[in-house]
């Protein structure tokens, strides 16, 4: 079945300054890769999403990139700032219908000011 | 809308005893899936549904059974609670013919003592 790793599994930076979370995947039926990020005692939010027909995809700071061959997505955020500040986490679709999705074990970011 | 519906929001069981975490949608999604989230563990597939009848396993379904009578409710069964099972529980649904990122619910924090 599908596994998915996530690195690295916590990351600080400057306010301003970028961040990147890289994540992998084993399955090459899988065909959606969305990414969420959690608030302490919150419920998981989609930030951005991307599917395989498309190499990269931005919204404002944040932007996803997406390399088919190699198995490999990553999450770019950019000009961060304290309220970036969550773990954030990878996910890709379990099969080709979508029918649900396996995490990655998460990025714990923090942005100081 | 009120989205995805999970209740109770905090419970505590004894070694041994049953319950059932319940889970709504009011959105008509046809995919409804559990998650289990531990500390550093990430979100884990526990069993997922593409329909109202149809229900399948994920990564982690030992101890625990679902059934989907509806299209709208996706009930997660504990027959025999161990403290194994104590986390923090979420409940996403997505539509079928467009899958993009799911929504979950506010979450079940179980404790088993």
């Known amino acids: 079945g599908e596994n998915v790793e996530q690195h690295p599994s916590t990351l600080s930076v400057q306010e301003g300054d970028s961040a990147v979370i890289k994540c992998t995947y084993s399955?090459?039926?899988?065909?959606?890769f969305p990414w969420y990020k959690q608030e302490l005692g919150k419920r998981p939010q989609l930030i951005i999403d991307?599917?395989?027909?498309?190499g990269e995809k931005k919204d404002q700071r944040i932007a996803v990139t997406l390399n088919k061959t190699a198995k490999h997505f990553s999450l770019h955020i950019t000009e961060t700032q304290p309220e970036d500040s969550a773990v954030y986490f990878c996910?890709?679709?379990?099969?080709?219908?979508?029918?649900?999705?396996?995490f990655g074990k998460g990025t714990t970011l923090s942005v100081s000011s | 809308n009120a989205g995805v519906t999970q209740t109770p929001k905090f419970q505590v069981l004894k070694t041994g005893q049953s319950m059932t975490l319940q889970c709504a949608q009011d959105?008509?999604?046809?995919?409804m899936s559990w998650y289990r989230q531990d500390p550093g563990m990430g979100l884990r597939l526990i069993h997922y549904?593409?329909?109202?009848?149809?229900?399948d396993q994920g990564e982690v379904p030992n101890g625990y059974n679902v059934s989907r009578s509806t299209t709208e409710d996706f009930p997660l069964r504990l027959l025999s609670a161990a403290p194994s099972q104590t986390s923090v529980y979420f409940c996403?649904?997505?539509?079928?013919?467009?899958?993009?990122?799911?929504?979950f619910g506010s979450g079940t924090r179980l404790t088993v003592v």
């Open positions: 991307i599917r395989s027909n498309v």
């Open positions: 996910a890709a679709s379990l099969n080709q219908a979508g029918t649900a999705l396996i």
């Open positions: 549904s593409v329909g109202a009848g149809i229900t």
């Open positions: 996403a649904s997505s539509p079928a013919e467009t899958v993009h990122g799911y929504t």
């Open positions: 959105m008509n999604h046809e995919y």
């Open positions: 399955d090459s039926a899988s065909n959606y």
